[in-house]
């Protein structure tokens, strides 16, 4: 792989297109097309072959590197392909050696094919320990043993490195220490380094913790890679793991320019399933070329140690009216993410071998946090025990399904404990960190509809988010509701199948639906997607 050649792009297989269904056969003439250099093809320069929580077959690794290697864009050259193995803790070591097996497979497939290509890295999900990465290189170490056994592969085990997928708030924070001991560890374990690609995690830490906590951690774990690569004297590569939606991320054409500049250093962006699918295969090309032309241009984030003790307290303060409202709106959000559609062949999230995302731990959050009486508060809030939490593009959809777009949740009420505990100045602050919050705000209100949404939450909780909304309002000078013809059409529709997608919901799903009612309910949750430009 050549060393300077990190790409802008990174495509995905997220199931968060409204407008598609994609069955797991479909998925390497799908990762070929977007590698495939336009106009043919969208021009993206790396697939993120998708092994955690989803039905992928073994095989696939091979299939997408010698399908790209035919069309003469030869993995670890002209591309990437880079698997995202299975957790070890959330889903089991076994699993995750079958992925690790299929990279160790398609090498030795792509040496007999010729051309030189090779996959070098997989990404490890959910990672919260140094420890965790020491492990997985110990298992890539012997996978290659055997590959060199039995079909005499290069023994080399740095060969195949891990990029590390930090995904809940308090590990975001922590990403320069963790991170910084893995390499210690990594390198006492007899492990070499030479660059490190770093996955930022926006979904899962935005539904854990609300839209700001996300997006403030991201920013400080950013300005912690470069830290640790001048520490260090090695190259580190953020990449932001975001969807098209605000709270996932709010990677789209119309908003790239304030991206680049609230996440400025990331070097690669995910396009997913909603952005190439609901926006569409030019806006997807399109995306390609602003990333190749700017990503690298950008000066990349740098906080104090000043600047993060202020921007770890801001995240506390908007952490706690968040949290406040996620449990009252949870059975809500569990039984109507049900209904939203699987785009994807996925595990079951309650099975044998599945699993559920876990809750926000506001403790551990506390223990980043200066300000003792932020941590105080964090620390006296009950973590919540769910054991059947929906995935973050489920949880996303279905709040919008019902009018209740998930980034103001707990804004307003941020927005006036920050004014309330450091004036304007704090205020001023939190926007100079995160300049778009406007735009992500102002974005999602397009969606809001509380008349909607209060069909299906308690009064209290509809009392906190009214509050939200309006502080929100008059604090960024933002106004809420439809702007264009096509945002009135949404309403019309969000207004029209509330009472039957109530119904479906209703006592806990008690009323049994006719098929047809149900497919009627799901096809117009995927309307209401296309139309905002993405399921969840």
């Known amino acids: 792989m050549p060393p300077d050649f990190i790409p802008a792009t990174m495509m995905t297989q997220h199931p968060d297109s409204a407008s598609r269904y994609v069955p797991v056969r479909d998925e390497p003439r799908e990762a070929i097309d977007a590698l495939t250099p336009q106009p043919i093809g969208l021009g993206l320069e790396e697939v993120m072959v998708d092994y955690e929580g989803k039905l992928t077959p073994y095989h696939q690794t091979a299939e997408i590197s010698l399908g790209l290697n035919e069309r003469g864009q030869v993995p670890g050259r002209d591309v990437l392909v880079t698997p995202r193995i299975p957790s070890a803790t959330k889903e089991t070591a076994f699993h995750q050696l079958m992925a690790l097996m299929s990279v160790i497979e398609s090498n030795f497939q792509l ?28 298992r890539i170490q012997d996978v290659i043993e055997l590959g060199h056994k039995e079909f005499g592969i290069s023994s080399d085990p740095d060969a195949v490195q891990v990029i590390p ?14 991170l910084g001991l893995y390499l210690t560890e990594a390198s006492a374990a007899g492990y070499g380094v030479s660059r490190l690609r770093v996955m930022l995690g926006r979904s899962d830490s935005a539904m854990a913790y609300g839209l700001v906590p996300s997006v403030l951690a991201v920013k400080s774990a950013i300005s912690d890679c470069y830290l640790l690569g001048r520490e260090r004297d090695m190259p580190v590569y953020p990449i932001l793991g975001g969807g098209a939606l605000p709270f996932r991320g709010h990677v789209d054409l119309a908003n790239f320019n304030q991206l680049l500049v609230d996440f400025a250093g990331v070097r690669t962006v995910t396009v997913q399933s909603g952005l190439r699918y609901d926006f569409g295969g030019e806006v997807s090309q399109q995306v390609a070329i602003e990333a190749h032309d700017k990503l690298a241009a950008a000066e990349p984030l740098a906080y104090t140690d ?12 908007f952490t706690e009216p968040y949290l406040e409202s996620f449990s009252d709106l949870l059975p809500a959000v569990i039984a109507i993410s049900e209904i939203v559609p699987r785009q994807r062949d996925r595990l079951a999230r309650k099975s044998a071998v599945g699993y559920a995302r876990a809750a926000a731990d506001p403790a551990k959050l506390a223990e980043q946090i200066s300000d003792a009486a932020i941590a105080s508060r964090l620390k006296a809030i009950n973590p919540l025990r769910a054991k059947n939490l929906p995935r973050a593009i489920s949880f996303t959809g279905a709040l919008y399904s019902i009018g209740l777009p998930p980034e103001f949740i707990g804004a307003g009420r941020g927005l006036a404990a920050v004014s309330r505990l450091y004036g304007a100045d704090g205020v001023d602050f939190l926007l100079k960190i995160y300049p778009g919050l406007r735009q ?8 809001l509809n509380l008349k909607t949404a209060a069909m299906h939450l308690p009064d209290g909780l509809i009392s906190n988010l009214i509050v939200d909304v309006e502080e929100a309002g008059a604090r960024l000078d933002i106004a809420v509701g439809p702007v264009t013809a096509e945002d009135e059409r949404y309403h019309v529709l969000l207004e029209t199948v509330q009472p039957m997608l109530k119904q479906l919901v209703s006592q806990g799903g008690g009323w049994r639906a006719e098929a047809a009612d149900q497919k009627l309910v799901t096809d117009w949750i995927c309307r209401l997607g296309r139309l905002r430009g993405s399921l969840g």
């Open 306 to 317: 000043g600047d993060r003790q202020r921007i770890t307290a801001l995240a506390g303060l």
């Open 111 to 138: 040496t007999i094919a010729g051309g030189g290509g090779a996959i070098s890295e997989v990404v490890v999900p959910m990672v919260e320990t140094a420890a965790e990465l020491v492990d997985v290189r110990r």
């Open 165 to 178: 997928l930090i995904e809940e708030v308090p590990e975001l924070f922590g990403a320069g220490a963790m």
């Open 440 to 447: 992500d705000l102002a974005k999602a209100g397009r969606y």
